[in-house]
């Protein structure tokens, strides 16, 4: 079974507009961290915002947030206010308590239309 | 500045023709850890290293060799390299904890021909 994903391999949203980026999630750890990461088109990886599976408030980092819904094993990234910089790949990722391994979701391209 | 380096960028090579790339942290990170990007599949871990002579396999070792001899370095080794490992290869270190995020070198893009 995937340990995460993310089902929208593409979205489009307008310049100012809020978008939702899906990520669910597979674990059977109580303690696990979620990640998110953004690359551009000149494809580096730059971490956007993180939630602990205890943390009981929604991650917030600017006009990025995460809308963590733990019995749902889903962990949204909400942009607010999209620019047009913010077109980009997306990746939604976790590490478990047990064992080392970091997993990634499949992406999510964002494209923002002026 | 705190970073992380793989060398080289780019290389096209042919099959068979052993290869490394290299990849070194500053941030005295214990975890070390290589993945590969291919159109569709995102981010597939390779190998990792929680320490100096500590690796694990991720879930695409195979083809591949790493070793971790110190604690700023982690090669990945290609002793036989196929198409199919014709990819974006990306370096990343941490420290262990679970909030702590991963720190991503700039990729490699390796054409095997």
């Known amino acids: 079974a995937q340990k995460i994903t993310q089902t929208q391999p593409g979205m489009f949203v307008q310049e100012k507009e809020a978008v939702t980026l899906d990520c669910t999630y597979d674990?059977?750890?109580?303690?696990?961290?979620l990640f998110w990461y953004k690359q551009p088109s000149s494809g580096e990886m730059i971490f956007l915002i993180y939630q602990g599976s205890y943390d009981e408030q929604n991650a917030t980092e600017g006009r990025y947030s995460l809308n963590f819904q733990k019995a749902r094993k889903s962990a949204n990234l909400v942009i607010s206010a999209s620019q047009l910089g913010d077109s980009a790949m997306y990746f939604c990722a976790m590490r478990e308590n047990t064992g080392n391994q970091f997993y990634f979701g499949t992406g999510t391209s964002l494209t923002v239309i002026p | 500045e705190a970073q992380v380096t793989q060398n080289p960028r780019y290389l096209i090579t042919v099959t068979g023709k052993k290869l490394t790339v290299t990849c070194s942290q500053n941030m005295n990170h214990e975890y070390m850890s290589w993945y590969r990007q291919d159109p569709g599949l995102g981010l597939r871990q390779i190998y990792y290293?929680?320490?100096?002579?500590?690796?694990d396999k991720g879930d695409v070792p195979e083809g591949y060799k790493v070793s971790r001899k110190e604690k700023r370095n982690f090669p990945l080794i290609l002793e036989s390299p196929s198409p199919n490992q014709t990819s974006l290869y990306f370096c990343?270190?941490?420290?262990?904890?679970?909030?702590?995020?991963?720190?991503f070198g700039p990729g490699t893009r390796l054409t095997v021909l």
């Open positions: 290293s929680m320490n100096v002579e500590v690796t």
């Open positions: 674990t059977s750890d109580q303690s696990y961290g």
């Open positions: 990343a270190s941490s420290l262990t904890g679970l909030t702590d995020t991963q720190y």
